[in-house]
């Protein structure tokens, strides 16, 4: 064979050779379609619920005073545990008695002479008067005698002060509680002397029932309160935080907002406020840090949404819907107020959205969803009757 064919039939040689093993090769494997992403969601509201405006307050007894000796002597008894619960009445102290009922005794005894002898000058004036008028005495005796029963009748009158105020210090031998509340600690042991004046307090009573609860909202908010309020005496309930661990079942205290302050604090520009919540079960100790919620108006339908659904990004503030394929759908918002548990939209919502409230590390926009509606456990009408902001039959 000539040299002039042997290369074109080498070149149709390599190209079969090529062409037999594009076709042996193996295709590509499809990427297997990812199963659809468990998430949970609550449908968006658009209603007349109750607007709850929240602060940070500190508890406050209604009512605090010290209990004081008012006699001098030795504490004999202490008749109550530290930390009781004491009603109004009840008997805290006993000072030793014998120096006061001794000074009773003898303003009582004063009395009785004095009485005796007021009798004899009432008789002597009974009996001189005739004989004064038949000039048969001297009228400076019966005067003498005049002026002895105007003299023991002030006696009299003195001594019945004098069994008054011996009587009352007796009184203050018992000490007993001027109100209901819960006692403290006791300062001063029995066996030590006590009496008026500075270390006179012996313990202190707190009443807690209804308990004050002080918050500082601004002047603005402030204003925004009495602008839109929907009851002359705003609602109020205190929440106290719950304990890391669970152990602590907290109950929400119920109330009204009972004070306002008439000046803006220069240091800090708030206002101070009160709420007077219900105690019976004196559960809400003073001193203890609560949330304060206060319930402004329940007259104007807002869009409301719990504040761990808004994701935030550059872009500004977004949350992530379930559209009408079951896929996520990024939606850009704009919020105004927002407290603990809600979060006003005032645009990018209008109400009946899906809207996603866990899986945010793994959404993206058309992202297939397993859906499961948890409206009903974690929408803001469950969060709201959570914190006593709604009945519980809501």
Request: hydrophobic share 40%.
């Amino acid at each position: 064979m000539s040299c002039k064919w042997l290369i074109p039939v080498m070149f149709a040689a390599v190209l079969l050779a090529a062409c037999s093993e594009e076709k042996n090769e193996p295709e590509p494997a499809q990427k297997p379609e990812l199963p659809p992403l468990p998430v949970e969601f609550i449908t968006v509201s658009n209603e007349q619920v109750p607007v709850w405006v929240e602060y940070t307050g500190k508890t406050e007894a209604t009512q605090r005073v010290d209990i004081a000796a008012r006699v001098s002597g030795t504490l004999e008894q202490v008749l109550f545990k530290e930390g009781d619960y004491v009603r109004q009445g009840d008997t805290l102290f006993i000072i030793e008695k014998d120096l006061y009922e001794a000074a009773l005794a003898k303003a009582r005894a004063n009395h009785e002479r004095n009485q005796a002898s007021l009798a004899l000058a009432v008789k002597d004036v009974e009996r001189y008067t005739p004989l004064v008028a038949e000039d048969l005495a001297p009228r400076a005796t019966l005067d003498q005698y005049k002026a002895r029963v105007a003299e023991l009748e002030a006696a009299l009158k003195a001594d019945e002060a004098a069994i008054k105020d011996a009587e009352v210090n007796l009184g203050y031998t018992e000490i007993q509680a001027p109100l209901s509340g819960r006692i403290g600690r006791t300062l001063i042991d029995a066996g030590n002397l006590v009496g008026p004046g500075a270390g006179a307090v012996l313990a202190t009573i707190v009443s807690d029932d209804p308990m004050y609860v002080y918050f500082h909202p601004t002047e603005q908010e402030f204003q925004i309160m009495r602008q839109y309020k929907s009851q002359d005496r705003m609602e109020a309930i205190a929440n106290v935080p719950g304990d890391s661990k669970g152990l602590i079942t907290r109950e929400t205290y119920k109330g009204v907002i009972d004070f306002s302050d008439n000046r803006v604090d220069q240091g800090t520009g708030t206002i101070t406020m009160r709420a007077a919540v219900a105690n019976p079960d004196h559960t809400l100790l003073e001193g203890t840090f609560v949330y304060v919620g206060v319930m402004v108006t329940d007259s104007v339908a807002l869009v409301l949404i719990p504040p761990g659904a808004v994701q935030e990004d550059q872009l500004g503030s977004f949350v992530y819907i379930a559209d009408e394929n079951d896929t996520a759908r990024r939606i850009t918002i704009k919020s105004g107020y927002q407290s603990r548990h809600y979060l006003i939209v005032t645009e990018g919502l209008n109400g009946g959205e899906r809207l996603l409230v866990n899986g945010f590390a793994k959404l993206r926009p058309e992202v297939r969803l397993a859906l499961t509606d948890v409206t009903d456990t974690k929408g803001v009408r469950a969060l709201f009757r959570e914190q006593g902001m709604l009945p519980a039959e809501e």
